[in-house]
């Protein structure tokens, strides 16, 4: 087999095969086969696509490049989440304890933020002294005794996935349906969970820009995880604009906090709930949605959520002083910068996107794998779109360690932000469910 040919099959529109697939895999983790012929293929998928068999057959061929994890030692449903990424996203932080509450296994591998979008792992890090590095070990006792336990990813979970994404993200190859589910389930796949979850986002602030392709992107991942017997749902959701008010590690947590006390921002919140619910369907810890949602409200009011986050952070080394005063306790900017309405008007854009970017200019992100970051920066958003402003409200809050870096971080969210005489329509906060047997849109 050369890879050459196989380059030459797939830019002229051919199938590849199981085999071809394999031999790819294994021979870019090897470095047989160099990136640029590599590269060569990815943007011949790109173009030509693929088929769902060969998007199964990547997924398997990268799952199978590195340890297969083997959960069997957990007792119950492992249920595991995903979301295929967005700015604003803290969701697992208050997800995870609200379902491990009701009593479901949560067993999660988080990866670090990259580009416009925040990682799970990092704003954990915000707390002082979590440690995602846990002994395989100390992951599967921390699920079994507490039900949740976070852990970054292994260098050795789907390392095919790691090589290839990095080059996809510097051969613009990123945005391929089939490129991005064999990606997300090959992972999800290694980590083990009998269940996933997955939250495929949609809009300005997510690979996919528009909800007919995030439904496309949905039915993938759902086929792929049941072509395996891996059951999984999808729920699409909006990333228009930042999820919450919050972009920015520490005060990503701090807003997480607040949503797992029952002050969170309402969007934040009925996103959990929605999640939350198919969590527990899945686990088979609930009959019905309305049963799920109530029965999760419940543990956020009656503050067992919350008790049960102090109950993680504790498990994985967290000060739990951070987490009962995080304004005390987390890490602070020295900066504080308003940024003002330059004049009135609803507010009818918000380019979540850029507004990742400002947060990433102030320190909060990586623009490369390498780079290190600040915990403590970033900005919360004082309006979201509908929202009215006069001229001279406050749009948003820089959190920043630098004066230069607030004056890109302001320009760049006066650019994002669009406002306009007329309100703009509503978008729905959740657009459907994709399952196995059918999707539900709303
Ligand atoms: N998230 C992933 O894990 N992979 C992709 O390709 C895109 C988003």
């Known amino acids: 087999m050369r890879m050459y040919d196989l380059i030459l099959k797939k830019r002229n529109g051919g199938e590849m095969t199981k085999a071809e ?62 979301s295929t990424g967005g700015v604003g996203d803290k969701v697992s932080l208050i997800l995870g304890p609200m379902v491990a509450a009701a009593g479901v296994k949560v067993a999660k591998m988080s990866g670090r933020g990259l580009g416009h979008t925040g990682g799970t792992i990092d704003k954990l890090e915000s707390i002082p002294g979590f440690s995602v590095e846990l002994s395989k070990e100390q992951f599967i006792n921390n699920v079994n005794r507490i039900g949740l336990a976070i852990a970054g990813q292994t260098a050795n979970l789907a390392p095919a996935d790691k090589k290839l994404y990095a080059l996809r993200d510097t051969t613009a190859t990123v945005d391929n349906v089939s490129l991005i589910a064999a990606s997300v389930m090959s992972k999800k796949i290694a980590s083990g969970a009998d269940k996933i979850l997955l939250d495929v986002k949609t809009g300005s602030g997510a690979f996919m820009k528009t909800v007919e392709d995030s439904f496309a992107l949905a039915r993938e991942m759902v086929d792929i995880g049941a072509g395996v017997g891996r059951e999984t749902v999808a729920v699409i959701s909006d990333m228009e604009q930042p999820l919450g008010y919050a972009v920015g590690n520490a005060l990503e947590v701090k807003e997480a906090i607040a949503t797992l006390q029952g002050n969170g921002p309402k969007d934040l919140y009925e996103l959990c709930l929605t999640l939350g619910a198919n969590m527990l369907l899945l686990a088979k810890k ?21 008790n049960k986050f102090k109950e993680f952070v504790a498990a994985q080394g967290g000060d739990i002083t951070a987490v009962e005063s995080p304004d005390n306790c987390l890490p602070k900017a020295r900066l504080i910068t308003e940024v003002k309405a330059p004049k009135a008007g609803f507010i009818a854009k918000i380019n979540a996107e850029e507004i990742g970017f400002a947060s990433l200019v102030l320190g909060a992100g990586r623009e490369t794998k390498e780079s290190s970051i600040d915990l403590a920066v970033g900005l919360v958003l004082h309006k979201k779109l509908g929202d009215y402003a006069q001229a001279g409200d406050v749009l948003a809050v820089i959190h920043s360690n630098d004066p230069e870096k607030t004056k890109l971080a302001e320009k760049k969210i006066l650019q994002a932000i669009e406002l306009s005489a007329n309100a703009p329509g509503k978008r729905p906060l959740i657009f459907g469910v994709v399952t196995s047997s059918g999707s539900k849109t709303y």
């Open 21 to 82: 697939i394999e031999f790819f895999i294994e021979g870019y983790l090897t470095g047989r086969i160099p990136d640029y012929q590599a590269s060569a293929l990815l943007m011949a998928i790109f173009f030509q696509k693929m088929t769902k068999r060969e998007t199964a057959d990547l997924t398997m061929a990268m799952a199978r490049s590195g340890e297969m994890l083997d959960l069997s030692g957990i007792e119950g449903i492992k249920v595991d989440k995903h």
């Open 286 to 306: 609930a009959s019905s949605a309305e049963e799920a949602r109530a029965r999760l409200q419940e543990l956020v009011e009656k503050g067992a959520a919350f």
